[in-house]
Nanobody
């Protein structure tokens, strides 16, 4: 069982930066693929970025490439999302998710554990 708790959301002006963090419990954290999803009102939950258990492989949605960076610290059971050059269209609830099986997946149903979400609002 893995429990995930996000932090770091908030309100920022366009062009600003935020760093989201996700603290995970559980001794098998380092074997899990970790992902950050986001969901804006009236839209589907979509994968923004993901990282393999070892940290060697990453995935970024086209909309955030070059602006967002995902990283993980297995010693501290944390995964972070550094978000730079934020745009109003980045406004959403951001969720941390963990996947038990190998391989990065882009669909929410592939992930086994979810955090409660943290709101990110980017004003124009």
């Amino acid at each position: 069982q893995v429990q995930l708790v996000e932090s770091g959301g908030g309100l920022v002006h366009a062009g600003g930066s935020l760093r989201l963090s996700c603290a995970a419990s559980g001794r098998t954290f380092s074997s899990h693929v970790m992902g950050w999803f986001r969901q804006a009102p009236g839209t589907d939950r979509v994968l923004v970025a993901a990282i393999s258990g070892s940290g060697d492989s990453t995935y970024y949605a086209d909309s955030v490439k070059g602006r967002f960076t995902i990283s993980r610290g297995n010693a501290k059971n944390t995964v972070s999302l550094q978000m730079n050059s934020l745009k109003p269209e980045d406004t959403a609830v951001y969720y941390c998710a963990a996947k038990r099986t190998l391989g990065i997946a882009t669909t929410p149903i592939a992930y086994d554990y979810w955090g409660q979400g943290t709101q990110v609002t980017v004003s124009s």
